[in-house]
């Protein structure tokens, strides 16, 4: 009997556990496990890819960092990809369709599959996953990650700022959920509509690779579009008048590098287009 490839297992579980999903709608707890487990034993060559992949190491003649994405699979219901986080592109095989931005940043798109590629201490910028239950997986590379939550209204202890919790100047205060480097091997990190770090930024120490799985994906018509933030330290702004360090006594000093403020920026993210040629992905079980 043929085995089984894992992203096909990849497949077919994220199938069963976003089959009645939506956006806002967080999996049981069991079925988190379930693809968390799935990814957790996922390795670089699973998808067709090895450290010497061109795509890690071509640099581009303008020296400008890349970004190529993948795509797996994409429904309603889920997106699953790979984001490749390399240097920046000279030239491209002859096969592979591409879009190159003036900020250096390339997406690739392939049939139904994703792939982000960035070089050494490029950046995918901080941006947001509006009503989304997002999974990802390192696999290959160290990579720094920085990621917030909003604070919700009405906080209390060391969370609390004088209302508004949203500055005039269109800055929102969120708290740091994660601000630290990973290497592959590692665990699956998992964020979650309003918590577990829902808006991050990735900036790649080496050439990294990392598989994202999106439930639901990303949507205008429905309402899930992708923010990019600028962040801010918690002194940056004044809340009613006075510095923030000095209105809120109920955030101690030493606690206040946990806390920004995030104001939205335009989008300044590109794509490209190449195929992706790892093991393919049977739809119709």
């Known amino acids: 009997m043929p085995t089984t490839s894992p992203v096909q297992r990849l497949f077919d579980t994220c199938k069963e556990v976003f089959a009645a999903g939506g956006a806002g709608i967080v999996p049981p707890p069991e079925d988190v496990e379930r693809v968390k487990a799935a990814l ?43 984001l490749l986080l390399r240097p920046a592109l000279m030239m491209m095989p002859s096969h592979i369709r591409w879009f190159y931005c003036t900020n250096g940043t390339i997406i690739i798109y392939i049939m139904q ?36 939550d909003w604070m919700a209204d009405g906080a209390s202890g060391t969370a609390v700022l004088s209302n508004p919790q949203i500055h005039p100047s ?81 955030v101690p000093e030493e606690e206040r590098e946990g806390y920004a403020w995030l104001q939205e920026k335009p989008e300044d993210f590109t794509v490209v287009r190449v195929p992706y040629e790892g093991p393919r992905i049977r739809t119709d079980n």
């Not at 670089?44 to 970004?67: C, K, N, Q, W």
């Not at 050494?120 to 990650?145: D, E, Q, R």
């Open 40 to 82: 957790d034993g996922m390795q670089l060559d699973d998808v067709g890819l090895r450290p010497d992949t061109p795509y890690f190491h071509i640099m581009a003649a303008e020296r400008s960092p890349i970004v190529a994405r993948l795509r797996l699979h994409e429904c309603d219901k889920f997106s699953v990809c790979w």
């Open 113 to 148: 599959i994703v792939i982000f590629c960035l070089p050494a201490s490029s950046v995918i910028p901080l941006h947001n996953h509006p009503g989304m239950t997002v999974f990802s997986k390192l696999l290959y590379g160290t990579m720094h990650i920085k990621s917030y």
């Open 170 to 250: 269109g800055a929102r205060l969120a708290k740091v959920k994660v601000n630290s480097e990973f290497t592959a091997p590692c665990e699956t990190s998992i964020l979650y509509p309003a918590n577990g770090g829902n808006m991050h930024c990735f900036t790649a120490v080496t050439a990294c690779a990392v598989l994202d799985v999106l439930g639901p994906p990303y949507s205008d018509s429905e309402g899930r579009h992708c923010t990019y933030y600028r962040d801010f330290p918690f002194t940056s702004f004044s809340v009613d008048g006075a510095s923030s360090s000095s209105s809120s006594s109920s």
